[in-house]
Structure formats: C-alpha cells, structure tokens
T-cell receptor, first 117, second 111 residues
Framework: NAGVMQNPRHLVRRRGQEARLRCSPMKGHSHVYWYRQLPEEGLKFMVYLQKENIIDESGMPKERFSAEFPKEGPSILRIQQVVRGDSAAYFC???????????????FGSGTRLTVV | GESVGLHLPTLSVQEGDNSIINCAYSNSASDYFIWYKQESGKGPQFIIDIRSNMDKRQGQRVTVLLNKTVKHLSLQIAATQPGDSAVYFCAENINGQNFVFGPGTRLSVLP
C-alpha cells in the first residue's frame, strides 16, 4: 500500500527555467495539500486541492506558481521562471477527509528538493 | 563539526531519559492538534493527535499534553532512543481551515 509518492526527489533548475513537481496521493485520498519548507524552518502552507478543484490557494505566491489536480493523474505544482529564492523542499500531503480532521491529519510524501542555480 | 540551524531550537537528551518538547500555538480557536516527526531527508510523519476537549492523550512511549489556558502543547517521549532523533513539529487546526505548523524543535539523542 504505497504512501504519498512525490517525484522527482531532487530537481535542479537554472534561473528562468520551469519546475514541475508531481504528487500522487495515497490510495483512497482525494484531498491534496502542498507545503514549502526552507532549510531549518517549518512547513508553510501553499495550496489545497481536490480533484479538478483548487479549494484554498491562500499560501501560493500570486505570480509564477500554479497547481492542479486533474481528474486523472498526479497533482502538479508548477513554478515558472524559477529564481534562487524558490530553492526549498516542497512537500505534498494527502488526506481522506477535508483537511484531515477526522483521519489523523495528513500523510506526507518524502518531498522534492528544488535547487535553483 | 555539525552545522547548527540558526532558526531551529535544539533539545539534547541522554539516551534512556525522558524528553519534553514544547510548542506554543497561535490561535485560541484551534481545536485539533497533531505532533509530527520529521527525520532527515524525509517528510513529516504523524505521531499523535489531541482534540481541544482533552488535556492529555497517551500513545506508545509518547504523551501529548494540552493547556488551552496558555495555548501550550507538549510532547513527552519516554525512554528516548537514538531513533527518536528528528525534528518535531506541532500543527494546529481550526475547523474548516488548514493545518498551521509550528517552527519545529530538533531532538538530538546523546549516547
């Protein structure tokens, strides 16, 4: 029973390129969340999605960042024209219920570590 | 030598001792709390949760205490083992909103 799968584990991009981060939630989970973590810091909420819908994107930067969770396939976090400040670990989590309140919170993936050079 | 994080408080304990990790949460309306453990290079893992109608909850070797008066949460780990070395985060939730994570505490278990 695979958990939350994220790929790639490590991603290196030059400034100005695009980064695409993928997340497949746990089987049976239809709620997906993306968090960003800077080194030695906590996790900052970015966006919450259900299939084909963005529920809450209050933590997403207004420009260059977008997320989707299509009917088929993984959730994608897309960062256009990356800058050095985008370097961070990006974690995806999923839950069985809305915001994980009745299902032991979120199950996290192992993250994608983005390095912008 | 090891590079110590500038932002992360660190708790060092002797193997076999008990550990207490503290968390001050931000919103008095938060009614559900979770402690997560994050090992190096991995995602956070659920440890234990507690709802605001409780003061204490026990798991295997772990206990969470909730003091709503002062908005304080603690995680107690009994007989700390080397495998407990990790960063520990508390997360708070208000009904209908997303979990908000605290800054984290690094637990270092000394042999």
């Amino acid at each position: 029973n695979a958990g939350v799968m994220q790929n790639p584990r490590h991603l290196v991009r030059r400034r100005g390129q695009e980064a695409r981060l993928r997340c497949s939630p746990m089987k049976g989970h239809s709620h997906v969340y993306w968090y960003r973590q800077l080194p030695e810091e906590g996790l900052k909420f970015m966006v919450y999605l259900q299939k084909e819908n963005i529920i809450d994107e209050s933590g997403m930067p207004k420009e260059r960042f977008s997320a989707e969770f299509p009917k088929e396939g993984p959730s994608i976090l897309r960062i256009q024209q990356v800058v050095r400040g985008d370097s961070a670990a990006y974690f995806c989590a999923s839950s069985q219920t809305d915001r994980g309140r009745t299902s032991y919170g979120y199950t996290f993936g192992s993250g994608t570590r983005l390095t912008v050079v | 030598g090891e590079s110590v994080g500038l932002h992360l408080p660190t708790l060092s304990v002797q193997e076999g001792d008990n550990s207490i990790i503290n968390c001050a949460y931000s919103n008095s309306a938060s009614d559900y709390f979770i402690w997560y453990k994050q090992e190096s290079g991995k995602g956070p893992q659920f440890i234990i949760d507690i709802r605001s109608n409780m003061d204490k909850r026990q798991g295997q070797r772990v206990t969470v205490l909730l003091n709503k008066t002062v908005k304080h949460l603690s995680l107690q780990i009994a007989a700390t083992q080397p495998g407990d070395s990790a960063v520990y985060f508390c997360a708070e939730n208000i009904n209908g909103q997303n979990f908000v994570f605290g800054p984290g505490t690094r637990l270092s278990v000394l042999p």
